[in-house]
């Protein structure tokens, strides 16, 4: 009896040694595996309450915005929600050549918000390397250095994480994925950031747009393996591995410049993808039943919790792109056509989301079974059970 009871105390000493979460050094902004983008170029979008209303009821915790706007920094005070805020391309100048500047606005943006705003993130600057911009690709860095440095100074690392997102722009040769590289011209500005940023903990962020890629070369594309439809599929003869679809393909060849760049440690993440529903004459698969059929798919792809060929222990994640329609961003007409909700607040279509206010097509038909993870909700009673049955033994 003596022996039963010291075996499970040793058991009840193991289980707490595996399953006491030790103290990240690091903040880590992205805690889910599914986002959104709270874009907000437009002037007839619900207020940040409303959006905050929209949010809980889709169950959507990790959020992205552009900006740090304190009238949504207010509105998502004290609702648990998890934000990334931006600091936009026109600041990077600025904060890059005066640390005080940066001070500044960490203490404005930041650190007056916390803790009811959960600011877990801060993105400086968004797609600037490869972009058209040259004085921008040389002072993101700095940027990024004195938006950190401020934060240790404030003891706010361990709770904000600094990224910055990056465009597909970045990379050569991304097909096959094993191929891909960093650009000749961009590589001597990436390797010190990605330098920092593996110093820092932080990881890589990408947007990625299968819709892009589709779009821009429509002959060579099966677009069944854009959208996350039943395919053949490519197969990497380098690595030996198989993509049954297009944005797991995106991901992996994300790694393969980050390995050859040498950080094989670094993990990828998601910060922008979607699908737009309406577009222009040459953007043909800008289409309703393609943005739902993108959106819904990758919505059950996220929720398996599951890495990719290449990486399969990085579970992928990804900042949906995005919440809203918006009415004033210029360019093609599919940048106005993003959202997952109209600006009325009614669903674009249904991927199993509710809107605030409900229309004719607003009723959801999907089964959220399809969707949702159920590995958690299938092993939390057996953990508990085991608890249980410990602590009766041992104590
Ligand atoms: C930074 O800005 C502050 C306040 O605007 C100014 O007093 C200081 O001289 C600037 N420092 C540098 C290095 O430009």
New binding site residues.
Partial sequence: MNKILRFFLRLHLLFFVFFTPIDPKTAQAFTGTYGINYGRIADNIPSPDEVVTLLRAAKIKNIRIYDADHSVLEAFSGTGLELVIGLPNGFLKEMS?????AMNWVKENVQSFLPRTKICGIAVGNEVLGGGDYELWGALLGAAKNIYNSLKKLHLTDVVQITTAHSQAVFANSYPPSSCIFKDNIVQFMKPLLEFFSQIGSPFCLNAYPFLAYTSDPENIDINYALFQSTQGIYDSKTNLHYDNMLDAQIDAAYAALEDAGYKKMEVIITETGWASHGDGNEAAATLDNARTYNYNLRKRLAKKKGTPFRPKNVVKAYIFAIFNEDMKPGPTSERNYGLFKPDGSISYDIGYHGLKSSSADSSHLSLKDIQARGWARSCPLILIILLWLHLFSS
Wanted: aromatic content about 0%; overall charge negative.
């Fill in positions: 050549s005066n640390e005080s500047h």
